[in-house]
């Protein structure tokens, strides 16, 4: 990776070039693709796609989750966002109240069964997920014109040197529907915990255990 390159905690006025980012490095996802259609081509998906990644966004904040990313020239080139696993409670309070207010408009962005299925998903990973405390990679995305540059590679191993710093953690668990991202994923040390289908997309959900 370049040396020009920079890695460093996103603040609340990076929500544009995440929201573009990722929008850009999701548009091709299988459960994307069921979610919203193809956001590359048509204007409706497009829009209903920002509108989910400025949620969530909001969420991450709100959450106290934290997100990270690779910056060259002041251009955001990938980021992640994690789940950490001993969030204060009154914050989750606090922040689940206020996170209603962005909620609420999402819910007019998307369909009935869109919401059913992102539901749904979060129901069968975080269950298939192991139950020892531990932090959750809700998603990582690079450029798609910076891909090949070693950028996820940096992501993940900065996530990696974060969890086995924190003593609260056993490990980072993630899921992802692309089959050939779980060779990738192995490289540094996760193992496939769980394989399961949702409205026939395949979900294979991974642990890295320390």
């Not at 007019?108 to 997920?129: D, E, I, K």
Request: charged share 20%.
């Amino acid at each position: 990776m370049s040396a020009s390159y920079n890695v460093a905690k996103l603040t609340k006025s990076d929500k544009a070039p995440f929201v573009s980012l990722m929008s850009r490095a999701f548009a091709r996802d299988p459960l994307f693709l069921h979610l919203f259609e193809n956001s590359e081509r048509d204007r409706k998906a497009h829009s209903r796609m920002t509108a989910f990644m400025s949620f969530m966004f909001d969420k991450s904040f709100m959450l106290d989750e934290e997100m990270w990313g690779i910056f060259e020239n002041n251009v955001l080139l990938g980021a992640y966002v994690v789940e950490k696993p001993q969030t204060r409670k009154l914050r989750q309070v606090q922040g689940g109240l206020l996170l209603l207010g962005r909620l609420i408009p999402l819910l007019f962005r998307l369909s009935g069964q869109a919401l059913v299925t992102l539901n749904r998903y979060m129901r069968v990973t975080r269950s298939s997920a192991p139950p020892s405390a531990h932090h959750y990679l809700i998603m990582i995305g690079v450029d798609p014109a910076a891909q090949g540059k070693g950028i996820g590679t940096a992501l993940l191993e900065q996530l990696i040197n974060t969890v086995i710093a924190d003593a609260n953690s056993r490990g980072v668990a993630l899921d992802t529907e692309n089959k050939e991202n779980v060779n990738w994923y192995r490289q540094f040390g996760f193992q496939l915990h769980a394989e399961t289908q949702l409205n026939h997309i395949p979900v294979y959900c991974m642990f890295y255990q320390q």
